[in-house]
T-cell receptor
Framework: NAGVTQTPKFQVLKTGQSMTLQCAQD?????MYWYRQDPGMGLRLIYY???????DKGEVPNGYNVSRLNKREFSLRLESAAPSQTSVYFC??????????FGPGTRLTVL | QKEVEQNSGPLSVPEGAIASLNCTYS??????FFWYRQYSGKSPELIMS????GDKEDGRFTAQLNKASQYVSLLIRDSQPSDSATYLC???????????FGTGTLLAVQP
């Protein structure tokens, strides 16, 4: 099992450009999450999907959109990237009472 | 008061010593507690789960939970330089069922 996979691993964008971060899990988990991690800030929840067909805002949703494509896949879209969105993005998945399992992350730089 | 609090460190211990990492939480109804290890530039990796009061041992790691004091700790025996990482405490809230992360404690094991 690959667990949680994320693409791309690295990305550099110019201000105003758009992009989609992809996440997939093969653990048959119902819930999926997107976090960002900045130095000194810890993990901050952007959006989550408790089950297929549902999405909800987390702590820092502004500037992002998500799509739960099916049970396996959960994507994060930046419509108009800003330098403040320079960060490391992690996708995670879990079942309702299990711990979360993380993907390897995407390192995004917005110039 | 933060929902999950950890001392940011760095906690410096000599090789072979016991490292003690602490975490307090505010939601008295919390039922599930997890410790993650995060190496620099990598994603969080689950190392311990604990659900009931007392100690749980796994190799060199021992998780301790005291629900009355709202306190969870991680002991690492015979610390090795390879244990140098940031350790994240995560608590699943009783009311919301959301997993809340602390900001992590940086552990440095000195050879």
């Amino acid at each position: 099992n690959a667990g949680v996979t994320q693409t791309p691993k690295f990305q550099v964008l110019k201000t105003g450009q758009s992009m989609t971060l992809q996440c997939a899990q093969d653990m048959n988990h119902n819930s999926m999450y997107w976090y960002r991690q900045d130095p000194g800030m810890g993990l901050r929840l952007i959006y989550y999907s408790a089950s297929e067909g549902t999405t909800d805002k987390g702590e820092v949703p502004n500037g992002y959109n998500v799509s739960r494509l099916n049970k396996r896949e959960f994507s994060l879209r930046l419509e108009s990237a800003a330098p403040s969105q320079t960060s490391v993005y992690f996708c995670a998945s879990s079942d309702i009472v299990s711990p979360q399992y993380f993907g390897p992350g995407t390192r995004l730089t917005v110039l | 008061q933060k929902e999950v609090e950890q001392n940011s460190g760095p906690l410096s211990v000599p090789e072979g010593a016991i490292a003690s990492l602490n975490c307090t939480y505010s939601d008295r109804g919390s039922q599930s507690f997890f410790w993650y290890r995060q190496y620099s530039g990598k994603s969080p990796e689950l190392i311990m789960s604990i659900y009931s009061n007392g100690d749980k041992e796994d190799g060199r790691f021992t998780a301790q939970l005291n629900k009355a004091s709202q306190y969870v700790s991680l002991l690492i025996r015979d610390s090795q330089p390879s244990d140098s990482a940031t350790y994240l405490c995560a608590v699943r809230g009783g009311a919301t069922n959301k997993l809340i992360f602390g900001t992590g404690t940086l552990l440095a094991v000195q050879p």
